[in-house]
Nanobody, 120 residues
Framework: VQLQASGGGLVQAGGSLRLSCAAS????????MGWYHQAPGKQREFVAT??????TTYTESVKGRFTISRDTRNTVNLQMNSLKPEDTAVYYC????????????????WGQGTQVTVSQ
């Protein structure tokens, strides 16, 4: 399975960005997909996850601002509104959960990451 993320960029605080991630390859084992972010000097942290049935979970800091969705079985999006400077990070999509979704080590596949920078 290969994951290709896109949609990052530079935006002012209060602005919006939409990230997309397309999965290819053998998708039979893919149910849940998710997004993580990693700021400089920090560990990769959970942002949001969505099942193939559309059930979503978010980390507390993005609730009400970010929306994760699945257009198709192999595409996951992250709509980010009301962005804050502390959202600045490299965002990674993930697939094939094998443990607790809150831990990066629980995912089998990762995209290459896309940079999101939010200026003051």
């Amino acid at each position: 399975v290969q994951l290709q993320a896109s949609g990052g960029g530079l935006v002012q605080a209060g602005g919006s960005l939409r990230l997309s991630c397309a999965a290819s390859g053998n998708l039979d084992s893919i149910d849940r997909m998710g997004w993580y972010h990693q700021a400089p000097g920090k560990q990769r942290e959970f942002v949001a996850t969505v099942t193939s049935g559309g059930r979503t979970t978010y980390t507390e800091s993005v609730k009400g601002r970010f929306t994760i969705s699945r257009d198709t079985r192999n595409t996951v999006n992250l709509q980010m509104n009301s962005l804050k400077p502390e959202d600045t990070a490299v965002y990674y999509c993930a697939a094939q959960l094998v443990g607790n979704y809150r831990y990066a080590a629980s995912w089998g596949y990762w995209g290459q990451g896309t940079q999101v920078t939010v200026s003051q």
